[in-house]
């Protein structure tokens, strides 16, 4: 079993949707949970960090954590094609090495 | 503060060369990490510093990758003898611990092509 799972997509989805990407993981020494977003050859941009279950917000977007399922998630609403990119959940331990999902592209249709 | 930098941006090279990536991290960031990406991949983590100190490296580092971060500010990524299989994207890392150590925040990248 892969310590993270996540579908590569791609998933096109019309400007103004609500957006919803998913994780996976195994791992039960992960207590840290981050949202990355990276653009076409370029490195990951930190969107959102958490370490608690539960939801945190931040303007369009929500990151939500559900430890008892392993199971992360991020929404995005009122989606804009600025936001077309790849999203990387990515997770980390009491141990310093960050452990990334394969990321799952994302396009949005004008 | 501008951010972890990385150097060359983009390299080609002949199977068999060695090439050097350079990343400055985002200032007094005491923590430095390097990943390695290959396409529709996540990163996969190769090694990490805390200062000057290289404190772990992944089994995915072989004996041609060297890494160093001889003075605890910038560091260097080596390859020798390329191989086709390392081309990829080498992105650097930096963080301060404690207070920002969950978090890391990356740099451009340095895109190393194998020919």
């Known amino acids: 079993q892969k310590e993270v799972e996540q579908d590569p997509g791609p998933l096109s989805v019309p400007e103004g949707a609500i957006v919803s990407l998913n994780c996976t993981y195994s791992?039960?020494?992960?207590?840290?949970f981050m949202w990355y977003r990276q653009y076409s050859r370029k490195g990951p941009e930190l969107l959102m960090y958490?370490?608690?279950?539960g939801n945190k917000e931040d303007g369009r977007f929500t990151a939500q954590v559900d430890k008892s399922s392993k199971y992360i998630s991020l929404f995005i609403r009122d989606s804009q094609p600025s936001d077309s990119a790849t999203y990387l959940c990515?997770?980390?331990?009491?141990?310093?090495?960050?452990?990334f999902g394969i990321g799952t592209k994302l396009q949005v249709i004008p | 503060d501008t951010g972890v930098s990385q150097n060359p941006r983009h390299k080609i090279t002949k199977r068999g060369q060695n090439v050097t990536f350079r990343c400055d991290p985002i200032?007094?960031?005491?923590?430095l990490y390097w990943y390695r990406q290959t396409l529709g991949q996540g990163p996969e983590f190769l090694t990490y510093?805390?200062?000057?100190?290289?404190?772990?490296k992944s089994r995915l580092l072989s004996d041609r990758f060297s890494a160093e971060r001889p003075k605890g500010s910038f560091s260097t990524l080596e390859i020798q003898r390329t191989e086709q299989g390392d081309s990829a994207m080498y992105l650097c890392?930096?963080?301060?611990?404690?207070?920002?150590?969950?978090?890391?925040?990356f740099g451009e990248g340095s895109w190393l092509t194998v020919v």
């Open positions: 890392a930096s963080s301060f611990y404690p207070e920002t150590g969950n978090t890391i925040y």
């Open positions: 791992n039960s020494a992960f207590q840290y």
């Open positions: 958490t370490y608690s279950s």
């Open positions: 990515a997770f980390k331990g009491g141990y310093q090495k960050v452990t």
């Open positions: 200032s007094e960031h005491n923590r």
């Open positions: 510093f805390q200062n000057e100190a290289q404190l772990e």
